[in-house]
């Protein structure tokens, strides 16, 4: 078996102690069964079924990750968010990840019943489960990745020749869209273990910002409030990945929904569904005080702490947040998968049901999306 690139063991001996010593956003994997510590206000978010008697599950495990990225789950499942709200008396509990191959592990064995993703974990989990595990349900957010470097090691795309690069896992969204970005300029690189032009590091989003400061990698491409912490650790952005998309817009983060438990508790997925339109809804109104409600839950975070300004304002603002899925982008990044050698050909059709998203559109008296790139359920 080929082994995922990782450091060297004395450099992440080197990279585990100077991480130590910096504020994390996760403690790697956790179970995060938490609640906000912001006040609860007249200005805070407000649901319509903020109490009640539980749906037809009396729980639901929901994943996320803690990045701005996945900013509608970090908002709006706070204690008073609108997607515990919407809930009504069904329990929540949530876990938090750093990237997407660990959510579809938790959701194939059972312990997730819905999480924020994204794209290519997405792919890879229909795929490996014939078809047979999720459904997308609802987008989440677009945009928000970023390729930041060394500027005084790499100054232009064809200095990143013998650079280190590193990604959050192999596999996950960012990783695919680097491996693919390189090959198309010309690098040839080990998919799996990272190795050949580009030397490729597959290290936990927490942990990039210290091997960047310590010399340990060159670069990262990575999401939102990552990308701006390289930033305003000296990084410069050599790319937004927005550009090699048309209109800037791709799918970073969409909800997806384990088959069995969509098929068992629709209304709890519908109810989740109609938390995120809301809360994607209200941060649009509201990007101020969400910022704030943003960073105090990352300080509710065991291990976190607050982002500041000069992360957590540009990271928010190269996010958008919207409930279309952009299932053509998804499309894409799998065509991206397989060139990269990630994954093999795949039928991706009935990967998508939006029915449920369009029921809660029209109640909410918004536009339905029509477009799922013909991958939805026949």
Not at 50 to 75: C, E, K, M, Q, W
Not at 95 to 105: K, L, R, T
Not at 164 to 178: E, F, K, M, S, Y
Request: hydrophobic share 40%; with cysteine; net charge negative.
């Amino acid at each position: 078996m080929t082994s995922v690139r990782a450091l060297p063991a004395r450099r992440a001996r080197r990279l585990l102690s100077a991480a130590l010593s910096l504020p994390l956003l996760v403690g790697g994997l956790a179970a995060c069964g938490y609640g906000s510590e912001a006040d609860d206000d007249a200005s805070a978010p407000s649901g319509e079924n903020s109490a009640g008697p539980a749906l037809s599950a009396d729980r639901v495990n929901i994943g996320y990750f803690a990045n701005i990225t996945h900013a509608t789950a970090v908002v709006g499942l706070q204690d008073d968010g609108l997607i515990r709200r919407e809930l009504g008396g069904t329990e929540v509990n949530t876990q938090v990840f750093n990237a997407g191959p660990s959510a579809i592990e938790a959701l194939n064995s059972g312990d997730l019943d819905l999480t924020f993703i994204g794209p290519n974990p997405a792919i890879n989990g229909w795929a490996q489960s014939g078809g047979e595990s999720l459904r997308i349900v609802s987008g989440a957010a677009s945009g928000g990745a970023s390729l930041v470097v060394d500027s005084e090691a790499i100054g232009s795309t064809e200095d990143l020749a013998g650079a280190r690069i590193a990604t959050p896992q192999l596999g996950n969204t960012q990783d695919v869209a680097l491996l693919n970005y390189l090959a198309d300029e010309g690098f040839e690189v080990n998919p799996q273990d990272g190795t050949g032009d580009v030397e490729v590091f597959r290290i936990p989003n927490a942990e990039i910002p210290a091997a960047f400061e310590g010399g340990d990698i060159d670069g990262a491409w990575v999401p939102e409030p990552t990308a701006a912490n390289l930033v305003s650790r000296g990084g410069e952005t050599l790319l937004d990945e927005g550009e090699l998309w048309e209109n800037g817009q791709y799918v970073v983060t969409h909800v997806i929904a384990s088959q069995d438990f969509l098929a068992e508790h629709e209304d709890v997925v519908e109810a989740v569904v109609r938390g995120v339109v809301r809360t994607n809804a209200w941060i649009n109104d509201n990007p101020d005080e969400a910022k704030e409600r943003f960073n105090a839950e990352l300080a509710a975070l065991p291990g976190g702490s607050e982002l500041p300004a000069e992360v957590l304002d540009p990271a928010f603002e190269n996010v958008e947040f919207l409930n279309d899925p952009l299932a053509p982008t998804l499309q894409a990044g799998a065509r991206n998968a397989i060139d990269a050698g990630l994954l093999e050909e795949t039928d991706l059709t009935g990967i998508y049901d939006l029915s449920v998203l369009n029921r809660v559109l029209a109640e909410e008296g918004l536009p339905e999306i029509t477009d799922d790139a013909g991958l939805g359920v026949e």
